[in-house]
């Protein structure tokens, strides 16, 4: 079981987003779990400029780190997202990294892994963020099990205690991808985002080569 926990702040060692995304693996490591973390903001990813080329080849036309960040995302079981709130989102290193990832929804190829949220903020949002982050995760196919988002506000000990929810977190992660849990409500959801990129795959196969051919290969093809 490979789990990949991706931390969006850009404060490095400093960042309490980083606290968070460290427990959950933590967490996770304690049942079990091989876990992996990445610093997002000590890649270079450069912006999507919507050539489509992805849907066409399966690769992208940038040459940066973004491809061996999404070789370890499609090779984990589970992938842990954290991002501070920055003006009522994500930060841009991470909303940069989603936006390089239009093969993957409409291919939902995180089909059958799982993922959950973690999220800071000064004095409100972080709730936000986190459900957010897990509305991505989803959007990709993802099952979610969670996620802990703290206000941090005057006291920097607020961190402590969501820390501990967050290992807690991590444990509820790893269970969740042994034992295979499913969520009736995310399963509706999946099903209607399949039909959604089907057709949507489906009207552009003249061009989308590389996606017609992963749909028909995985036997989701009429």
């Known amino acids: 079981m490979k789990i990949l926990g991706i931390n969006g702040s850009p404060r490095a060692s400093r960042s309490q987003t980083l606290r968070l995304v460290q427990a959950v693996l933590d967490g996770a490591e304690s049942v079990g779990a091989e876990v992996e973390l990445v610093d997002l903001c ?11 080329i992805c849907c066409e080849r399966g690769e992208c036309v940038k040459k940066d780190d973004f491809a061996e960040l999404y070789r370890k995302m499609l090779a984990s079981d589970g992938i842990v997202l954290g991002s501070p709130n920055y003006i009522d989102s994500v930060t841009a290193q991470t909303k940069t990294m989603f936006d390089r990832m239009a093969d993957t929804i409409h291919c939902q190829m995180f089909i059958g892994k799982y993922g959950c949220a973690v999220a800071t903020a000064g004095g409100s949002g972080a709730d936000e963020v986190v459900a957010y982050l897990n509305r991505v995760l989803q959007t990709l196919g993802a099952n979610t099990v969670g996620g802990v988002g703290v206000v941090l506000g005057g006291d920097p000990e607020t961190i402590v205690p969501a820390e501990g929810r967050a290992y807690e977190l991590g444990r509820k992660l790893a269970k969740a991808i042994e034992k295979k849990e499913t969520y009736p409500e995310q399963e509706k959801l999946h099903a209607a ?29 009429p």
């Open 42 to 52: 000590k890649l270079q990813i450069e912006y999507c400029n919507g050539c489509l």
């Open 193 to 221: 985002m399949l039909e959604r990129m089907r057709a949507l795959v489906t009207a552009n196969k003249d061009r989308w080569h590389h996606e017609y051919d992963y749909w028909e290969a995985a036997g989701r093809m």
